[in-house]
């Protein structure tokens, strides 16, 4: 009998520490905290709590820190490997490799900036997979407004191939 209080089930949350699992990212580049939906690797919503102690700030700007765009889209990807890897775990299938690189980047929009004291709610949606090949829409939320989004696909890298 396994133990229970181990094993995620699709629908649960995931933790920084599985997080670090999954991803080889670590600070100042883990851009998510936890994972608090997920439907297996078809959609999910990821947390960022956003501080100003974070490195980017400093010259992001000194007077007006505003979180970097291009970190708002790596926190999309991060949280869309993030439901591949559980996925893959869940179905008895892990992922060897935790390499997952982009391919392309599309349709991004930011709609108003994201300053420190904001949470980020990262909703992510598969738009389709072709192999080890995913696309996901992503929409990033403060407070219930739009901030970013846009689309993105990565696929999983073997280094052995």
Do not use: C
Not at 24 to 32: A, E, Q, T, W
């Amino acid at each position: 009998m396994g133990d229970s209080m181990s094993e995620n089930i699709e629908g649960s949350s995931v933790t920084i520490t599985e997080i670090m699992d999954f991803l080889p990212h670590r600070y100042p580049f883990l851009l998510v905290d936890r994972v608090v939906e997920m439907n297996g690797e078809q959609s999910g919503v990821g947390i960022k709590n956003v501080t100003a102690s974070e490195p980017w700030f400093t010259g992001h700007f000194p007077e007006n820190p505003v979180f970097p765009g291009v970190l708002i889209i790596e926190a999309i990807a991060q949280v869309s490997a993030i439901l591949v890897l559980q996925h893959a775990k869940d179905s008895g299938n892990p992922i060897e490799t935790k390499l997952i690189y982009f391919m392309t980047v599309d349709k991004v929009r930011f709609r108003h900036p994201v300053t420190p004291g904001d949470q980020m709610r990262i909703q992510v949606t598969q738009i389709r997979r072709r192999g080890m090949a995913y696309k996901f829409k992503g929409e990033v939320y403060v407070d219930g407004q739009l901030m970013a989004e846009g689309e993105i696909m990565a696929v999983n890298h073997d280094p052995d191939a």
